[in-house]
């Protein structure tokens, strides 16, 4: 039979609550003033952002919240989802040197999160842009987080930016696709608000190669930004994948996101194919919106999972199961709907997965959640960037150290560039891609913060990158051709 709702409005409320709730301003200075405030810090170098950990840290001892926001979000515009959803535990709070001293690590993620929400509280802007926007134009394909990088530190340098989406809000994965005791969507939404201050434009319900051409955004552009990210969930190939009951692990997370919690459809035996953070993120949340039973299905032993440990134990803290070991071979349906789920178990040979035969058997179930990875958009990028090349993994070909594809005035961030990584790694190649944009038009690069002049340049060497004879008007013939 199909789902259907099975909590009410305060039972969701309580149970989607912060997994990480937020510092009190006396909790937050008592945890500032543990910081060792190193020299050199290694926090400093494990986020991929580059934020100054130590400097924003002291700010909060001395109650100057607001100048640590200004230092957060001049290195990470989107400092607030982030400190929300980043891997702390793997990145900045893992390198702390307090661990080297068998204590807990400073808690730099919530602390960064104390800051960030004390400006979008009190609705303190911290950032500025140039009003006039002469440096030249650029159109960001992609309003997550990549493009939102990307379109803030060229708006930062002057530039006109225009922002193309086809969804109708920014802000992408962290609007639509996180789960929500870690981050509601609110607080995406109020970063694509500041971004928006800074002088950015932003087109929703746009979809480039249908309502706007890339060889016309080539013509009357100096650069194009692609962060269009990843396509749907990779199909299963399996009997009975098409039953309605079998969802995509992020389209039931944007249910989440876009409906009332009390409206979300669940069911009371879920399965979820797949072991890595999207699906931990589905597991839990079915149980958490009344699922009597929740089940992660992985292929592999739990030593290959991708999910991070901490998630991992969160799920089974949830009361969510695991099969390791074992894959589905049929999805089983009754009246047209999800039933059941005939299962097998695997071996690994030679790195290769294997059903071990005579193996199967049948476990009941109303609702699948595919969490098994990502399409590569390759058919799009190849559509709308006719020589733009691609490696052997559907990824953008690109220089690291600016952005830079194979076609001189396109660049690249986030999972069209790294396959697919964590909100803070796409952030920090959209920025990486805006000094590129700028070091090629101007040739001159940008070290440290940005220092917004009326033309928005900021002296430095030149820019590194391709060496590339092509310009705007050779891409533009590409693309009309193409």
């Given amino acids: 039979m199909p789902i259907q709702p099975l909590i009410d409005a305060a039972t969701a409320a309580e149970t989607m609550a912060d997994v990480k709730p937020p510092l009190a301003a006396q909790e937050a200075r008592v945890e500032a003033s543990r910081c060792l405030f190193c020299f050199d810090a290694p926090c400093i170098m494990a986020c991929p952002t580059g934020i100054d950990v130590p400097t924003f840290i002291r700010k909060i001892t001395t109650d100057n919240v607001v100048g640590a926001a200004r230092t957060i979000l001049e290195a990470n515009v989107l400092g607030a989802s982030c400190a929300r959803v980043c891997p702390t535990q793997m990145l900045c709070e893992g390198a702390c040197v307090m661990l080297d001293l068998e204590k ?11 800051a960030t929400d004390h400006v979008a509280a009190n609705r303190i802007d911290v950032l500025t842009a140039p009003q006039i926007k002469d440096a030249g134009r650029v159109a960001v394909l992609g309003a997550g987080p990549a493009g939102l990088g990307c379109a803030a530190e060229l708006a930062r340098l002057g530039y006109a930016v225009t922002v193309y989406d086809r969804k109708p809000a920014g802000g992408g994965l962290n609007t639509y696709g996180i789960a929500v005791y870690k981050m509601r969507p609110e607080v995406s939404l109020d970063e694509v608000r500041m971004i928006e201050r800074l002088g950015v434009e932003f087109r929703y319900g746009v979809e480039v190669g249908r309502d706007v051409q890339c060889a016309d955004l080539a013509r009357d552009c100096d650069a194009i930004f692609i962060g269009i990210g990843l396509g749907g969930a990779n199909r299963l190939g399996i009997p009975g994948e098409d039953l309605p009951e079998v969802v995509d692990a992020l389209e039931f997370i944007d249910w989440i996101h876009t409906r009332p919690l009390e409206q979300v459809p669940v069911g009371r035996r879920v399965a979820v194919l797949g072991c890595g953070n999207t699906a931990i993120d589905a597991v839990t949340q079915a149980k958490r919106l009344g699922a009597e039973e929740a089940t992660i299905i992985y292929r592999r032993g739990p030593a290959e999972m991708s999910a991070y440990a901490f998630e991992y134990d969160l799920a089974k803290m949830d009361g969510a199961t695991f099969l390791f070991d074992t894959m589905p071979v049929e999805v089983l349906a009754a009246d047209g709907h999800v039933s059941a789920l005939r299962l097998a178990r695997t071996v690994v040979r030679d790195g290769r997965v294997e059903v071990v035969p005579g193996s199967e058997w049948t476990q009941p179930c109303d609702l699948v959640l595919k969490a098994v990875g990502q399409e590569k958009q390759v058919r799009l990028l190849e559509r709308l960037f006719p020589g733009l090349k691609l490696d ?8 690291p150290a ?9 660049f690249v961030g986030g999972d069209a560039a790294n396959g697919g990584r964590e ?23 940008v070290t440290g913060p940005v220092q917004p002049s009326r033309h928005g340049t900021a002296d430095g060497a030149t820019g590194s990158g391709f060496n590339h004879p092509i310009r705007v008007h050779e891409l533009e013939a590409a693309l009309t051709k193409g």
């Fill in 402 to 410: 600016t952005m830079r594809t194979s076609l001189s005035t396109v």
């Fill in 104 to 114: 807990d690590p400073i808690q730099i993620g919530r602390l960064q999160r104390f």
């Fill in 392 to 399: 052997r993994q559907g990824r953008v070909e690109h220089d």
């Fill in 423 to 445: 909100v803070v790694n796409a952030v920090a190649e959209g920025k990486k891609a805006a000094r590129g944009i700028h070091a090629m038009l101007t040739g001159k690069a």
